[in-house]
C-alpha cells in the first residue's frame, strides 16, 4: 500500500514472470508426460541413451513453439527458426543432464528397472526446467 491508501503495483518485470510461470509450468508439466511417454515407447527398441535423445529432441520442438505461443504470446512464424534453434541449446542442457543421469545409472545399477530410469530422469529433467526457462526468459524471448 501507498501511503494515499492505493495497493502497489509490483514492477513490470515482477508481473510479466507472475503471468508467465503459470503457463510455463503447464506446458513444463505435459512436456515432460510426452517426452517420457515418448522414452518408454522408444525404449521398447533402442537403449536408453538413444531412447533419450528420441525423446528430447521431440519433445523439446514441441515445448519451446508451447512457450513461445503461450507463456510469451509470440504468435505468427516471425522469428519461429531463430527461436527453434536459441532453444535448441536448452536441448542440449536437458540432454547433457539426462544423459549424465542415465550413465550415472548405468554406472551404478547396471540392471536398473525402467521405473528407476524414469525416476532418474524425471530428476534430470526437473534440473533441465529451471535452465530451460531462465534462458527462454532472458535470452530467447528477452523483452516478452
Known amino acids: 500500500m501507498t501511503f494515499t491508501g492505493e495497493p502497489t503495483r509490483p514492477p513490470r518485470q515482477r508481473r510479466a514472470l507472475l503471468r508467465q510461470l503459470p503457463s510455463f509450468l503447464v ?39 508451447a512457450n513461445r505461443r ?28 539426462s544423459s549424465g543421469a542415465l550413465a550415472l545409472l548405468d554406472a551404478f545399477v547396471p540392471d536398473a528397472s525402467r521405473p528407476v530410469e524414469l525416476a532418474g530422469l524425471i530428476v534430470a529433467n526437473g534440473l533441465a526446467t529451471v535452465a530451460r526457462f531462465l534462458l527462454l526468459k532472458t535470452w530467447v524471448f528477452r523483452g516478452r
Open 27 to 65: 506446458i513444463g508439466v505435459l512436456s515432460t508426460l510426452f517426452y517420457l511417454g515418448l522414452f518408454v515407447l522408444a525404449r521398447w527398441f533402442t537403449g536408453a541413451q538413444a531412447a533419450n535423445l528420441i525423446a528430447l529432441a521431440v519433445s523439446a520442438v514441441a515445448n519451446t513453439a
Open 70 to 97: 503461450f507463456t510469451f504470446g509470440i504468435t505468427g512464424s516471425e522469428g519461429a527458426l531463430r527461436h527453434q534453434l536459441q532453444g535448441a541449446v536448452a536441448f542440449l542442457i536437458g540432454l547433457g543432464l
